[in-house]
C-alpha cells in the first residue's frame, strides 16, 4: 500500500504545491530534509535569495529553481510588496459581490421589507428594471447569506 504524502495534500489545499518539483534543479532540494521541492513558496523564496545573497543571476536562479523568468519578477515585486505573504497565492477572479453596492442592497433591503416572500429571481428581475443592472439571482442569494451572517455572529 502506498505511502499518503499529506503535506502534498495541504500544499494542494492551499494552492502552493508545485506541479512541477522535478524541475527544480538546485542541490539542496534533491537532499530530501529540510528543503522541499513541492512547496512553491519555499522554492520561490530560495530561488529570490539566491539571487540576492549568493550573487547569482536571475536568470540562472530562475532556471535552477524551475521557474520562468516573469515568475521570478512577480515574485521578486510579491516579497518587496507583501513581505513573505506575498509569495502566497491569491484568489483569483472576483473579491466579492462587485455588482451589489450598498445602492443596490437598500434596493434589495427595501423591497424584502416590503414583500419579504419576494426570492431572488424577482429581485434580480426588479433590478434589471428599475436600475437598469443584471444581477444573477445566485448572487444576491449569496449577499443576503452573508449580510444575515454578519447580523447573527455564531456564539463564541
Do not use: C
Amino acid at each position: 500500500m502506498a505511502k499518503r504524502n499529506t503535506k502534498a495534500e495541504r500544499l494542494k489545499a492551499l494552492g502552493i504545491l508545485n506541479r512541477h518539483p522535478e524541475r527544480v534543479r538546485a542541490s539542496w532540494f534533491q537532499t530530501g530534509s529540510f528543503f522541499d521541492a513541492q512547496d512553491l513558496a519555499q522554492v520561490k523564496y530560495e530561488m529570490l535569495r539566491h539571487v540576492s545573497h549568493e550573487g547569482a543571476s536571475k536568470v540562472e536562479a530562475a532556471a535552477l529553481f524551475g521557474l520562468s523568468r516573469p515568475a521570478f519578477y512577480q515574485a521578486q515585486m510579491a516579497l518587496v510588496r507583501e513581505g513573505l505573504a506575498g509569495l502566497l497565492p491569491r484568489r483569483r477572479g472576483p473579491k466579492g459581490a462587485h455588482k451589489l453596492t450598498a445602492e443596490i442592497m437598500s434596493f434589495i433591503e427595501r423591497r424584502q421589507s416590503e414583500d419579504p416572500q419576494l426570492h431572488a429571481r424577482a429581485l434580480a428581475e426588479e433590478i434589471k428594471a428599475a436600475l437598469h443592472l443584471s444581477v444573477h439571482p445566485r448572487s444576491i442569494e449569496r449577499a443576503l447569506a452573508r449580510k444575515k451572517k454578519l447580523q447573527n455572529p455564531p456564539p463564541r
